[in-house]
């Protein structure tokens, strides 16, 4: 989202001095999007997919390093009710930490997700799966925590993501 772009690229320009260059491509929401950007993605040592994640649960209940704003690592994504045919329905795809970061699980659905028993510290991402699938083995996943689930009245997504800065985020890959 243009969005995520723009929170990532103010923070590379609020940290003086940078270890590493970066590109930033933006992809659009979705795992066709996705995957058409991460195919469209030039030469580069390492791939990064940063965006925003709502997480199962209350956020009051949460331990700190879960509470909105949070930078967290996805280690393992699965896919809920697709009727496609290019991906495996249910299957696990898993990886390595490769942060200090909390790791956490990605449930992709194609259906709006209606079921209760999501477990608790479940990410909700459409393009978590898709970029399992697709990535190299030293490429990995950031997300920022936006807002928890389930919301018990509508959001107004831009307003809640308005004040999260992806200032740590930048911190974690250039310590890398």
């Known amino acids: 989202m243009e969005v995520e772009q723009k929170k990532i690229l103010d923070a590379f ?8 260059s970066y590109e930033v ?15 469209k993605n030039t030469e580069s040592d390492l791939c990064i997919l940063i965006g925003f994640t709502a997480i199962v649960g209350k956020e009051k ?10 930078s967290v690592e996805v280690v393992a994504s699965s896919l809920f009710g697709y009727e496609g045919e290019v991906f495996e329905n249910g299957k696990l795809r898993l990886t390595s930490s490769k942060t200090h970061l909390p790791c956490l699980t990605s449930l992709t659905s194609d259906k709006f997700v209606k079921t209760t028993n999501i ?3 479940t990410l909700i991402n459409m393009e978590d799966y898709t970029f399992m699938c697709l990535k190299r083995p030293q490429d990995f996943i950031i997300r920022v925590i936006s807002d928890f689930l389930p919301h018990k009245e509508e959001i107004d997504f831009f307003k809640v993501i308005e ?5 740590k985020v930048v911190e974690v890959l ?3």
């Open 13 to 20: 320009r609020e940290i003086p001095t940078l270890k590493h």
């Open 25 to 39: 491509i933006k992809t659009g929401i979705g795992r066709e999007n996705t995957a058409k950007g991460f195919l």
């Open 61 to 70: 209940t949460m331990p700190a390093e879960l509470k909105k704003g949070e």
């Open 119 to 121: 477990p608790v510290g």
């Open 163 to 167: 004040d999260i800065k992806f200032n």
């Open 174 to 176: 250039e310590n890398i």
